[in-house]
């Protein structure tokens, strides 16, 4: 037990933003349609699995996104179906790491109560 005691906070920092996230988007997020960005970004992927095509609107090629997020979009969409849940809760692991990456930066820069408290 002792062993896992550093690790304790973090794992803590970890499943508790994991949990309100996953809460969220199953409750108040579970009808979400995408707009603006994530529509974009949610087309192209989407013309790359049915067209083959990285493109907005099919067989118009665009440069206008970076091709990474669309690549995981579409991977998602390949493995998993076109539900953008799956893709939403892949987010709510993402977010998770995040907090805990804020938490262990301001324990470097300040303590571990201010840490904990960020």
Not at 52 to 80: E, Q, S, Y
Not at 89 to 104: I, K, M, R
């Amino acid at each position: 037990m002792k062993r896992w005691q550093p690790y304790l906070p973090i794992l803590g920092i970890f499943f508790l933003a994991l949990a309100v996230r996953v809460l969220y988007n199953l409750t108040v997020g579970k009808n979400y349609v995408a707009g603006y960005d994530a529509q974009a970004y949610e087309k192209i992927a989407f013309n790359i699995v049915r067209e083959h095509c990285f493109c907005l609107n099919p067989h118009m090629p665009t440069v206008g996104r970076a091709p990474l997020w669309p690549g995981i979009i579409a991977a998602f969409d390949i493995l998993l179906g076109p539900s953008n849940l799956y893709m939403r809760l892949f987010l709510c692991l993402v977010g998770s790491g995040t907090c805990v990456l804020v938490y262990l930066f301001a324990r470097e820069v300040f303590n571990k109560q201010i840490a904990l408290l960020a």
